[in-house]
């Protein structure tokens, strides 16, 4: 079965980075689009970044220039670098792909950015 697994997350002030993994297995993860949503508290869960099979890469206009997805097809695993962390990126971390029109989610890591 399909199960993805997120680590990296925790508290940082702002200004400060973070780099989430996420490890899939139960998928061929190399011709898989994998993405990285988030949901913070009463808010929607949004789209944060996505990067293709192929490594093409698009990202949420809130988060470009600051954050970097990546995949290493080797090791089945995504990542998202956060750089210039700022408290509005406070929220659950999730990692998202979609398997013959199904999404499959990973159980979230919690990103606090304070002072």
């Known amino acids: 079965q399909v199960r993805l697994v997120e680590s990296g997350g925790g508290l940082v002030q702002p200004g400060g980075s973070l780099r989430l993994s996420c490890a899939a297995s139960g998928i061929i993860f190399s011709i898989n689009d994998m993405a990285w949503y988030r949901q913070a508290p009463g808010k929607q869960r949004e789209l944060v970044a996505i990067?293709?099979?192929?490594?093409?890469?698009n990202y949420a206009d809130s988060v470009k220039g600051r954050f970097t997805i990546s995949r290493d097809n080797a090791k089945n695993t995504v990542y998202l670098q956060m750089n210039s962390l700022k408290p509005e990126d406070t929220a659950v971390y999730i990692c998202?792909?979609?398997?013959?029109?199904?999404?499959?989610w990973g159980q979230g890591t919690q990103v606090t950015v304070s002072s």
């Open positions: 998202n792909t979609v398997v013959r029109g199904y999404n499959f």
């Open positions: 990067i293709r099979s192929g490594g093409r890469t």
